[in-house]
């Protein structure tokens, strides 16, 4: 298993109305896509700083994880995700055979059409990480 960089930081917001222009009109950078993705209950809307992006989540049900998160610890910053060069079934599979906890057994399908999986932040000192990868990257 080889992580090539950061891919992504996942920052929960309230509203993607109110988080955009901060992105856009304070830092500079430019929103090129908007995304619902139904399964996860989220809206994303994506930036990018050289090769990592910036994934505003703002959560579409308050029964949702973003919709959970926010109400326990606020806005903020909600995972982080590597990018993996060899698979993402192989990474879980090693990291499992590691002692790893994991929150996906497989990798589904995520924001971009990235192939996904999330590991559990009891094993990763804190920090809720979702490793990727991009199938058309190949
Ligand atoms: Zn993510």
């Given at each position: 298993m080889?992580l090539?960089h950061i891919?992504h930081?996942?920052?929960a917001v309230?509203?993607?109305e109110?988080?955009?222009?901060?992105?856009?009109e304070?830092?500079?950078?430019?929103?090129?896509?908007?995304?619902?993705?139904?399964?996860q209950?989220?809206?994303t809307?994506?930036?990018?700083?050289?090769q990592t992006?910036?994934e505003?989540?703002?959560?579409?049900?308050?029964?949702?994880p973003?919709?959970?998160?926010?109400?326990?610890?606020?806005?903020?910053?909600?995972?982080?995700?590597?990018a993996?060069?060899?698979?993402?079934q192989?990474?879980?599979?090693?990291?499992?055979?590691?002692?790893v906890q994991?929150?996906d057994?497989?990798?589904?399908k995520g924001?971009?059409?990235l192939?996904i999986?999330?590991?559990h932040p009891?094993?990763?000192?804190?920090?809720l990480t979702?490793?990727?990868?991009?199938?058309?990257?190949?």
């Open positions: 080889e090539s891919e930081l996942g920052i309230k509203s993607l109110t988080a955009i222009p901060y992105y856009e304070k830092l500079g950078l430019k929103c090129y896509a908007v995304e619902e993705v139904k399964d209950k989220v809206k809307a994506f930036f990018k700083v050289g992006k910036i505003l989540l703002e959560s579409t049900d308050p029964e949702g973003i919709g959970k998160f926010i109400e326990k610890k606020g806005e903020g910053i909600h995972h982080v995700a590597f993996v060069k060899d698979g993402v192989n990474a879980l599979n090693v990291l499992s055979d590691k002692g994991l929150i057994k497989a990798p589904r924001a971009e059409g192939n999986a999330f590991l009891k094993s990763t000192v804190g920090v979702e490793l990727c990868e991009n199938p058309n990257e190949k």
